[in-house]
């Protein structure tokens, strides 16, 4: 009885641990920019790191989509919490390696509906995926 107990746990570990491998975000990981120098009309340039690489198709030129999710409550439904995933933007592959690549601002999506994003930019934690046409 002893040995079937342990088959089941083992089998049940093993679902739950290949099933995470199957879902993976891509994220922006790092930002790297110029120090500003306080220049009228100066351009600052930043270089955006996510961890999807060549492994995932991604290439030189490739046009990634960036989508931030914000989390609100209901107050009024005790617990209910509801999740948005909004597209803020998209970034152009400079360089690829295997499973990391390195990416530039190619559209920011701001204006009037900036208040939404919390912070009017990509930040660290932003997910990423190929654009499809």
């Not at 306080?38 to 340039?45: F, I, P, S």
């Not at 270089?47 to 690489?53: D, R």
Request: charged residues 30%.
């Amino acid at each position: 009885m002893k040995k079937r107990n342990l088959q089941i746990i083992m089998g049940l570990i093993f679902m739950f641990t290949a099933s995470m491998g199957f879902a993976r975000d891509f994220i922006i990981f790092s930002i790297v920019q110029d120090l500003p120098m306080g220049y009228q009309e100066e351009v600052v340039n930043k270089n955006f790191y996510v961890n999807i690489g060549s492994e995932q198709g991604v290439a030189e030129g490739t046009t990634l989509d960036v989508y931030r999710t914000i989390s609100r409550r209901d107050p009024y439904k005790r617990k209910t919490r509801y999740k948005y995933n909004i597209k803020i933007g998209e970034l152009e592959v400079l360089h690829t390696e295997k499973d990391t690549a390195i990416a530039t601002l190619k559209e920011l999506n701001a204006g009037k509906d900036l208040k939404v994003y919390d912070i009017g930019n990509f930040m660290v934690g932003d997910r990423v995926n190929v654009k499809v046409k």
